[in-house]
């Protein structure tokens, strides 16, 4: 079962990670209202679909306009604009097939000052049993294909589960992050939310992507995706209360 973007990061949030702050939007007379309620002067207007890729997709309607399904927003009424124009629509990504997926949610959150972007995800190995840890320092790319070619630039730190997550663990990460000063510092706390979260609802996989910098330092979960583990979700009724 996955859950969508704006599901996932108040589920981290409640662990402790930094996450981008962000309003749902169900219908579009709501986008202006829920612009006005983040701080602005940017925002981002994302279609809420369990799909990668939404950046770089394409719509199949005209009225959508020829952008993807993530948009920059410098108005709170260009906001409500670009609702009009995703919201009902058919959006079609490298992972959603050419049939598309309909956008019936839209989530509005705040810009971020980017400086670096990473790659950062905790998975279940099969054949370990035991969480691993993914990083790259190509952060906002499709890591299948970072993989394919650059497969130097990902690390993997598999953690035991009698031992649990160590400072090593986030030392290493930060080291293959090639993170620096008060922002390595900041690696511990978030891998470890990012771990209790993991570990605390039966996850088979978070991720996110873009993990960022931003332009003073503070490390922002800007994306975030997670599914789970469908047998183990009779524990999870939260979780579950999410479909």
Known sequence: MNI?????????????????DGRVVLKAEEAKTAAGGLDGPLWVVKAQIHAGGRGKGTFKEAE???????????????????????????????????????????????????GKEFYLALLVDRVTSRIAVVASTEGGMDIEAVAAETPEKIITVSIDPATGLKPHHARRVAKALMLEGATAKQAGPFLKSLYDAFVSTDAALLEVNPLVVTGDGALIALDAKMGFDDNALFRQKDILALR
């Open 4 to 20: 969508h973007e704006y599901q996932a990061k108040a589920l981290l949030r409640s662990y402790g990670a930094p996450v981008s």
């Open 64 to 114: 959508a306009g020829e952008k993807g399904g993530v948009r920059l927003a410098r108005s709170v009424e260009e906001a409500e604009t670009m609702a009009k124009q995703m919201l009902g629509r058919t959006l079609v990504t490298h992972q959603t097939g050419p049939a598309g997926k309909q956008v019936n949610r839209l989530y509005i959150t705040d810009g971020v000052d980017i």
